[in-house]
């Protein structure tokens, strides 16, 4: 199986921070990862796929990258309403999902 | 309304059953695969199980494997989860996906369904 190994776990960070989070797996798995983002309450939703692809009608603040094994999501200026808890998803094989960074307004 | 909608969840005891269903509609039903995913509180989600669109492949989590059985309508716009042999550790939000061009990317959610494994 592979292993995912998200962090941080949590964060905080002030309103147009620029915020890094960063999935790193045990074994290759190409561009095969996805991010979503968790309001409380509320289904996860997808924000990026493939890596670095942004998913139609998701804010250009929000952006992917990486392969292989270390990737990183980034929201680029910190918006109030971007709190929430943020999952990696890798579907190299059978589909994983890191454990999460919940991310709050400082 | 492209979306989907989860039922049947609830309180069960354990080596209990419950069927969950999941309504689609917004969009050609047939023409996608979909998932079950859970959450229990706290942790990040867990796929346990998905259906080719036209219901010939299927595959689940070890977790599952042989406790659950997934299935769908595609005349009714449906997908179901029969769950049998419930455990305390089943106990999670349960969503139906939708997987994009069979891949598993989820790029839309149910609300999901609440299922409680107590005695």
């Known amino acids: 199986d592979i292993q995912m190994t998200q962090s941080p776990s949590s964060l905080s960070a002030s309103v147009g921070d620029r915020v890094t989070i960063t999935c790193q797996t045990s074994?290759?798995?190409?561009?095969?990862l996805n991010w979503y983002q968790q309001k409380p309450g509320k289904a996860p939703k997808l924000l990026i796929y493939?890596?670095?692809n942004l998913e139609t009608g998701v804010p250009s603040r929000f952006s992917g990258s990486g392969s292989g094994t270390d990737f990183t999501f980034t929201i680029s200026s910190l918006q109030p309403e971007d709190v929430a808890t943020y999952f990696c998803q890798e579907y190299d094989n059978l589909p994983t999902f890191g454990q999460g960074t919940k991310l709050e307004i400082k | 309304q492209v979306q989907l909608v989860e039922s049947g969840g609830g309180l069960v005891k354990p080596g209990g059953s419950l069927r969950l269903s999941c309504a689609a509609s917004?969009?050609?039903?047939?023409?996608?695969?979909m998932s079950w995913i859970r959450q229990a509180p706290g942790t990040g989600p867990e796929w346990i199980s998905y259906?080719?669109?036209?219901?010939?492949?299927?595959d689940y989590a070890d977790s599952v494997k042989g406790r659950f059985t997934i299935s769908r309508d595609n005349a009714k716009n449906s997908l179901f989860l029969q769950m049998t042999s419930l455990r305390v550790e089943d106990t999670a939000f349960y969503y139906c996906a939708r997987d994009r061009s069979s891949s598993p990317i989820y790029d839309l959610w149910g609300q999901g369904s609440l299922v409680t494994v107590s005695s």
């Open positions: 259906i080719s669109s036209s219901g010939t492949y299927t």
């Open positions: 493939d890596a670095s």
């Open positions: 074994q290759d798995i190409s561009n095969y």
């Open positions: 917004g969009f050609t039903f047939s023409d996608y695969y």
